[in-house]
């Protein structure tokens, strides 16, 4: 196999490169000696050149290919083949294979992560915290609550356990009874709260997102955008928000990457993040191994591969809230471990009898149990050094649950990967040497701040005074 010579069009994985230059004869098309033009770079090597590797960013342009006369397979470090010129690989016979299914799982969680950021503004609360704000200006405004989502099936699997009705739209109606199929992408933007864009770029979606689609989705909508930036009509996406025509976006795609319109900068209903949908550490790994296998099998002349699953979490206290964590860590495919006084009736979940062993076996711990004698500071440093520097603590219960200094020291030694706090010790007061770690994230304790929520919960304590002038049975009796 050291006879193929493969040109990577761009260095974007360190892994990856460095097994082609293992594996294969490597040509690294950015690192043509000063002052030769790339296109004599090609022309001097262009007879040994018999595979190109790119990504979303760099592919195989009609030019590209023209100036290979001994290219035979272009192997995509992505799932869009958008800047591969298809047709013309097509009438060279030029093999091409692209890294699908390895990515899905996290592209998915990304864009479910962005509409929960938008709508709960998680980063907003995030920026509250840091700033002061909470303890200086009481508790932060409420937010929306997740509802009717649009989405591809990975998605909609993740969307399906947080409880939303799940829309689509495609070009033919899927076997799928539990979602609602739209023949047009108005008629799907005017039924959805959130309206994600998951499908391949082409010449029919290229803007299929334009302003008719974007009115139909209205200012209390949210869109996600975790495709290419090519779907979205951009000056019709920035005027709309900037014209509250449109409720928000979450963006990891943009027109003319790595340029965002700086107009999006200073809009507080938008979350932008610099096109990660798949950069992970486990899923570029998974997709290395698949460029590097389908160039293997082609120089083997075997046939070319086509295609891994979520983090175990840990949850200390399986009550309602634990099981509605647990509900939608399931639609993560993350196995769920978890710690409570007695052992459960959920065979699905692996239970450990002490929060040690529980952290020590999970990648992520949430902390959901009530507070009493026996929780308070129930995570530890035990806990915290069994979960490790590659793990992750979040707290959703009270602050008290968590050995607040520990936390601290743990996660500005390394000893803990991160943490995500919505309920602190002495709130507001937050530590401030949390303020300036990009591993944390801090919100103002508004884990039922949704307008939804909070409705619901007035209108149980007004359904619970109600039933004692009533002297009926109350709703929610605790004593």
């Not at 060279?92 to 990304?110: E, H, K, M, S």
């Not at 993740?158 to 609602?180: L, M, Q, T």
């Not at 997102?209 to 909508?221: S, T």
């Amino acid at each position: 196999m050291e006879s193929l010579g493969v040109l990577m069009l761009h260095p974007f994985n360190a892994y990856l490169e460095q097994e082609l230059d293992r594996r294969f004869r490597l040509h690294r098309f950015w690192e043509a000696p000063p002052g030769v033009p790339r296109d004599e770079f090609l022309r001097a090597h262009a007879g040994s050149i018999r595979a190109v590797v790119g990504n979303a960013n760099y592919g195989a342009d009609a030019a590209l290919i023209d100036a290979l006369p001994a290219l035979e397979i272009v192997a995509s470090f992505s799932v869009g083949i958008d800047r591969v010129d298809l047709a013309k690989c097509r009438d060279r016979g030029i093999r091409v294979t692209n890294t699908p299914d390895v990515l899905t799982d996290d592209v998915a969680d990304l864009a479910v992560g962005l509409a929960i950021a938008v709508l709960r503004r998680i980063p907003q609360s995030d920026r509250y915290v840091r700033a002061g704000q909470w303890k200086a200006k009481g508790d932060y405004a409420l937010t929306t609550r997740v509802r009717r989502f649009v989405s591809c099936l990975a998605i909609a699997k993740r969307a399906d356990a947080f409880g939303c009705s799940i829309s689509y739209h495609s070009r033919s109606e899927k076997p799928v009874p539990n979602y609602k199929f739209y023949g047009n992408v108005v008629d799907l933007a005017a039924n959805c709260d959130v309206l994600i864009v998951a499908c391949s770029l082409n010449v029919e979606t290229y803007y299929i997102v334009n302003r008719e689609v974007i009115d139909a989705l209205g200012p209390e909508g949210v869109l996600i955008n975790i495709g290419r930036g090519a779907h979205v009509d951009e000056p019709e996406l920035v005027s709309a928000l900037v014209e509250k025509r449109l409720g928000g976006a979450g963006l990891d795609v943009y027109e003319n990457e790595p340029f965002v319109p700086e107009q999006l900068f200073g809009l507080d209903n938008v979350v932008l993040v610099p096109h990660v949908g798949s950069d992970t550490e486990e899923t570029c790994r998974a997709m290395a191994d698949l460029v590097l296998g389908n160039l293997e099998a082609h120089a083997s002349n075997k046939p070319l591969l086509t295609p891994f699953s979520g983090k175990r979490v840990g949850i200390i206290g399986l009550g309602r809230i634990g099981l509605a964590i647990a509900k939608r860590v399931e639609g993560f495919d993350c196995p769920v471990n978890y710690y409570q006084r007695t052992k459960q009736a959920y065979p699905n979940y692996t239970y450990y009898p002490s929060v040690v062993e529980l952290a020590a076996n999970s990648y992520v711990l949430v902390v959901a149990c009530p507070l009493n004698a026996q929780t308070r500071h129930i995570v530890n440093r035990e806990v915290m050094d069994a979960l490790g520097p590659k793990g992750v603590l979040i707290n959703i219960g009270r602050g008290p649950h968590v050995d607040e200094p520990e936390l601290v020291k743990a996660l500005a030694e390394g000893r803990l990967g991160g943490a995500g706090l919505d309920v602190f010790e002495d709130e507001p007061n937050v530590p401030e040497a949390l303020f300036g770690m990009d591993n944390v994230v801090l919100v103002p304790h508004v884990g039922s701040a949704t307008h939804e929520t909070r409705t619901a919960m007035a209108d149980l304590v007004l359904g619970n005074l109600e039933a004692h002038v009533l002297k009926k049975p109350l709703l929610t009796p605790v004593v």
